[in-house]
């Protein structure tokens, strides 16, 4: 399986304020994903990253709010803009195995808005 | 669509077994399950991919039934290591702009004691 690095590990922001996350695999992955878990909650996707075009983003989820970059196959940004205290979570990203089906996520990146 | 986990939370006694289902209105791609540590990321278990499909291992395994709508996680002889939130994540279809886009059920709290 991938080895999957993100950062920051954690971090506590203003309101207002926004901060950007990257995720870096240790091999190329075709597919690269971005998943919010707030406190207590399920996991919740919030867009594909897309090497060399614009992200997808899911229902709920915009690009202004949530810019996301992925300049190769081994490397992705998820900005999060403007934040709230209701943007705190934490934030995580997946990739699929190479030649399967098989998703594997990263150590995540906490984030608390005062 | 979400799916549907149950139970919603297990108590254990150390090698008692356990079984979390995850169920689907639709019919399925694919079943993922992990299991994630409280301040950990989500950890890959297994996928099930094909209809009637068993895998796993004598401790840990999993099915999915024939018409690929709903998948149990089985967990035997429970170690204290088993303790943690298990999610399943869904796939909804093969391939297209859907693929490696998991739904995840609202998690399963599984706690063991010695």
């Known amino acids: 399986s991938a080895v999957i690095s993100q950062k920051p590990s954690r971090d506590i922001c203003q309101r207002g304020t926004s901060l950007t996350i990257q995720c870096q695999v240790d091999?190329?992955?075709?597919?690269m994903f971005w998943y919010r878990q707030q406190p207590g909650q399920s996991l919740t996707l919030i867009a594909t990253a897309n090497q060399g075009s614009e992200a997808t983003y899911e229902s709920g989820f915009v690009i202004d709010k949530f810019p996301i970059s992925r300049p190769n196959l081994t490397f992705s940004t998820l900005t999060v803009s403007n934040m709230s205290p209701e943007d705190s979570s934490i934030y995580l990203c997946?990739?699929?195995?190479?030649?399967?089906?098989?998703?594997?996520f990263g150590p995540g990146t906490r984030l608390t808005v005062t | 669509q979400q799916p549907v986990q149950s139970p919603q939370a297990v108590i254990l006694r150390e090698g008692e077994d356990a079984v979390i289902n995850c169920s689907s209105s639709k019919a399925l791609y694919s079943v993922h399950w992990y299991r994630q540590k409280h301040g950990e990321a989500p950890v890959f278990l297994m996928i099930?991919?094909?209809?009637?499909e068993q895998k796993g291992h004598e401790k840990i395994s999993a099915s999915f039934n024939e018409k690929k709508q709903q998948s149990s996680l089985y967990l035997t002889a429970s170690q204290l290591s088993y303790s943690g939130t298990y999610f399943c994540?869904?796939?909804?279809?093969?391939?297209?702009?859907?693929?490696?886009?998991?739904?995840f059920g609202q998690g399963t709290i599984l706690t063991v004691h010695p």
């Open positions: 997946s990739v699929l195995g190479t030649g399967d089906d098989e998703q594997y």
């Open positions: 994540g869904t796939e909804q279809n093969a391939g297209g702009t859907s693929y490696g886009k998991l739904t």
């Open positions: 099930l991919l094909k209809g009637g």
């Open positions: 091999s190329q992955v075709t597919m």
